[in-house]
């Protein structure tokens, strides 16, 4: 049976412009400044991320992979879902594992993958709907901090939300996120979380500064990134790349530190922006988790767990919720 694809614009390429000029003339004016990490990945950060999620330092992909490889049965099991939700999903590599494990248990009609970015989500939508006959895909563009709700309806939906990337929010903002993942989520509806848990900064901190140099060039990656929309002369090669663990936060920092005094011209927005010597643009912050933080974080937002699992060695944690009868409005 063909597979039936569609693609729903909720973020259009002028609304996408519009959000990274905010996000540009917002964060460099800041003290200090800063730029969110989702601006990383157009054509040639999504390749970079590619290539650094195999270095030998990288242990997250590798991590969570292997933890669906072998709860993935359950997963589909314990949901029933016919449709399958990914937030965030770029490629949906990791996805497959689900994606198979639930077209075995017979219950997969539907493939819903979620991303800002049409190109890669049309490319992987198509490819899934090639190597997943007769299991529609619907293809949503969209910012999931602003479009949760619109999410398509389903008899049971397990939404996905993978690769640690709940780590990129601030704590205020991740309490945020996961109560209106609840508000959305219906009687049978299930959310698996992956996070990455708190261990020895000496295994943190180089997979964010490989030993090829695969990070350095995806950090500033995000100066081009700015250049193209702004018409701007940022030179990347004046920026040292920084990853710092921060103890008190448990926390991976990514920066870029100026090598100089050095003045940016931004001519599409007329903005002009200097940095001293030594002087830190923050490009992401990446959070890491204990279990039992995760757990109560999950029940705040009126999500209760059905599950925990992690690796062997306990680096990454894969969590499986649902909406919570007591908290249902």
Known sequence: MPTAFTLERFLTPDDRAAALVADIRAGLTAVP????????????????????????????????????????????????????????????????????????????????????????????????????????????????????????????RLIAFLGGTIGNFYPADRARFLATLRRIMHAGDTLVLGTDLVKDPARIVPAYDDSAGIGIRFNRNILTVVNRAVAGDLKPEAFDHVARWDPVNEWIEVLLRSRRYQVAHLRAIELTVSFDAGEELRTEISAKFRPAGVAAELAAAGLRPLAYWTDPRGDFGVSMAVSSPDELG
């Open 33 to 156: 400044k800063s730029l969110p990490p989702k601006w990383f990945y157009d054509q040639e950060g999504g390749r970079l991320f590619d290539q650094l999620t195999r270095t030998p330092e990288y242990y997250p992909t590798r991590c969570e992979r292997s933890i669906l490889s072998v709860r993935a049965a359950d997963i589909a099991r314990r949901s029933a879902a016919d449709t399958l939700v990914e937030l965030g999903s770029g490629t949906s590599e990791k996805t497959r594992i689900l994606l198979t494990a639930l077209a075995d248990a017979g219950t997969l009609r539907r493939f819903v993958p979620f991303d800002v970015d049409e190109e890669v989500l049309a490319g992987a939508g198509r490819r899934i709907g090639v190597d997943y006959p007769g299991i529609a895909v619907h293809a949503i563009v969209g910012d999931f901090e602003r479009h949760l709700a619109l999410l398509p309806a389903g008899e049971r």
